[in-house]
């Protein structure tokens, strides 16, 4: 939304078109504006993101046509014009990453539950912050009676890299779920453990295709090593 009324006001720029590469100056300003765009996002507070997402661009506008630096000066030697930027990427950062922590609660049960729920984001944020605790909430997790809490937590176990839950994951490949199913095969191609591949070539055989393809993806990846 930054980026919209951006460039819903690139108009009012142009009509004091006092360099003629006015055109990639806006270029640059969107360009620079993406990454504050994306981090602030995760802060989950919009008025937050739009705000400096849009202050951003503007900022970098009045960078690149500041006084004293006319003359011809290529925009890509004007250093200063990354300063807004990276102060806004720093200050997004740093929101998003209290942002997690002051909405997500510490107990590991409510974790594990929220891993269930079918907001991406809350999910997501829910195993980042289990995936501190090591690998044993997502043990216990893939005891739980919901499919998507199992899902995630076999394919956060995969993300860990430890070979020490590869015999699980080969126990949590014959799930009725097949997006359980799914994430166990991915999760045991990121570990490459040679020994999985009878498990791997078994789920190639699924009689799902999103399960056969991650399977098939996981033997390679095995292979290549």
């Not at 720029?13 to 003629?20: A, G």
């Not at 009045?62 to 102060?87: C, E």
């Not at 999985?196 to 295709?209: I, N, S, V, W, Y």
Request: charged residues 20%.
């Amino acid at each position: 939304m930054g980026g919209v009324l951006g460039l819903l006001f690139s108009p009012l720029f142009l009509l004091n078109k006092v360099r003629s590469n006015v055109f990639e100056i806006l270029a640059l300003c969107f360009s620079l504006a993406v990454p504050v765009a994306v981090i602030s996002s995760l802060a989950r507070q919009p008025w937050f993101s739009i705000g400096l997402t849009l202050a951003t661009v503007i900022s970098v506008y009045i960078f690149a046509l500041w006084r004293g630096d006319d003359g011809g000066t290529p925009l890509s030697s004007k250093k200063k014009i990354l300063y807004a930027p990276l102060a806004a990427v720093v200050l997004a950062s740093f929101a998003a990453y209290w942002s997690e922590y002051k909405r997500l609660p510490d107990d590991v049960p409510t974790l594990i539950e929220m891993l269930g729920d079918n907001d991406m984001g809350v999910h997501t944020d829910a195993a980042r912050k289990l995936m501190k605790r090591g690998k044993e909430p997502f043990l216990t997790a893939l005891h739980h009676k919901n499919p998507n809490v199992r899902a995630v937590a076999a394919h956060s176990l995969g993300l860990l890299h430890d070979p020490s839950v590869q015999d699980v994951l080969i126990e949590t490949s014959r799930d009725a779920d097949k997006y359980v199913r799914m994430w166990a095969a991915f999760s045991l191609g990121r570990i490459g453990d040679k020994t999985a591949l009878p498990t791997l070539q078994l789920l190639a055989k699924d009689r799902e295709e999103i399960v056969r393809s991650y399977a098939a993806e996981s033997i390679k990846a095995i292979q290549q090593k």
